[in-house]
Every structure is written in C-alpha cells, then in structure tokens.
C-alpha cells in the first residue's frame, strides 16, 4: 500500500508569504494528525482530524495556521503570513484507529521562512 | 500528560543487541508506552507499544517493569540501518503523542 504523501518536499518562502502544505494519508485512514518540529525542539503535535471533522487542535500555534480536510481525504496546512520562527519540518501521520497503534507518519516538509 | 525520559544518546556495536532504557514513572495505568523511530530526514517510524506484558514483534522487544515506572526497548542484532533517534513515548490526554528528546543510538561496524 502506498504509504503517506506529504508535498512540496521543501519549501522556502519570504517572511510574510503563504505557504500550503498538503498530506495525502493512506486510502481508509480516518485519523489524520500534523505534527511539526521547529529548530532545536522536539516534535511536537499541531492537530488532528477524524475524516473531515477536527478532532483536536489544541497544539496550533496561532490563527496564521489554518488546517482543512474536505471530504475526508487529503488535508491542507496553510500558514498565513509566515513568520521566521515557522521554519522547521512539518510532518503528517495518517491511523485507522484513533490511538496511536499503527500511525504512519510521511517525510515531512521541511520549511524555510527567510 | 505522562511524561518520559531516555538518555540523550548510545552507542552500540553492529550484531549486539541495543537495550535502551526509558522511565515513565508517572504513566497512569491505562497509558500505554510507545516506541518510534527517526532515521535522519524521514518521518518517524512505529517500532512497539505495550502496556503491562513484554511485547515481541519483527523490530523489537518491548520489557516493561512490573511497576510501569521504566522499560527497555530491544533490539536484538542491531545493523547500521538502525542507526537512528529513539522515541519513548507516552499518549497525551487526548491521544496525541508526546514526543521528548529521544536517544540517538548509533550503531557502530
């Protein structure tokens, strides 16, 4: 089975341009999550949906970070203006379940605010 | 949040086990602890989980204290591949995962 796809790969914008991010998760995984690790920290969770509904989103940073999931499919993380401190990797893991057996994380997109 | 803690780092010789370590002495009793891994510029990878009974799967070994306080992931022949940074992790409140620092094992010839 094809696993998670997350695109663009890297992505370098200017401070104060947006960027969309997107996470293809595996075909039947309800669970989606984002999670992101910026400069010298830990990885640390954004949010997560339950097919097209948000679950949880208590680990966005701010309202420049908005996440969508219509249809329950693929999802979208737009940052909006970037700022500096947004630079780091952003990773997005798809489970069938809601707990974490089984969750499957992509590459991630490493972003560049400069 | 249970929270976790593992040695910054290890190293191990090619074809001896790994044993990292890793203490959770504020798990509740129904928090299950995880382990993933981070092979550089990839997404984290699940390796175990387990709850009370040591598990075994193709990776790993997972042996969990009695107590719950602390446990040891195995890896029992461990090759270069495996050289990566090792999560313990432990579930937040809402089923998110909770990631520390983690310990990078290297794994030397």
């Known amino acids: 089975e094809a696993g998670v796809t997350q695109f663009p790969s890297h992505s370098v914008i200017e401070k104060g341009q947006t960027v969309t991010l997107r996470c293809d998760p595996i075909?039947?995984?309800?669970?989606l999550y984002w999670y992101r690790r910026v400069m010298g920290k830990e990885i640390k969770f954004l949010l997560h949906?339950?097919?097209?509904?948000?679950?949880?989103e208590s680990g966005m940073p701010n309202n420049r970070f908005l996440a969508e999931r219509t249809g329950g499919t693929y999802s979208t993380l737009k940052v909006q203006p970037a700022e500096l401190e947004d630079s780091g990797v952003y990773f997005c893991?798809?489970?069938?379940?809601?707990?974490?057996?089984?969750?499957?994380f992509g590459s991630g997109t490493r972003l560049t605010v400069v | 949040d249970a929270k976790t803690t593992q040695p910054p780092s290890m190293d191990c010789a090619e074809g001896r086990a790994a044993n990292l370590p890793c203490n959770h002495s504020t798990i509740s009793g129904n928090e299950y602890v995880y382990w993933y891994r981070q092979i550089h510029s990839q997404g984290p990878q699940y390796i175990i989980h387990g709850l009370k009974n040591n598990e075994t799967n193709e990776m790993a070994s997972l042996i969990i204290t009695e107590d719950r306080k602390s446990s040891t992931l195995i890896l029992p022949h461990a090759t270069l591949r495996d050289t990566a940074v090792y999560y313990c992790i432990a579930l937040g409140s809402q089923g998110n995962l909770i990631f520390g620092k983690g310990t990078k094992l290297s794994v030397k010839p």
């Open positions: 893991a798809s489970s069938l379940y809601r707990d974490s057996y089984g969750y499957t």
């Open positions: 075909s039947g995984h309800d669970n």
């Open positions: 949906f339950v097919k097209e509904s948000k679950q949880d």
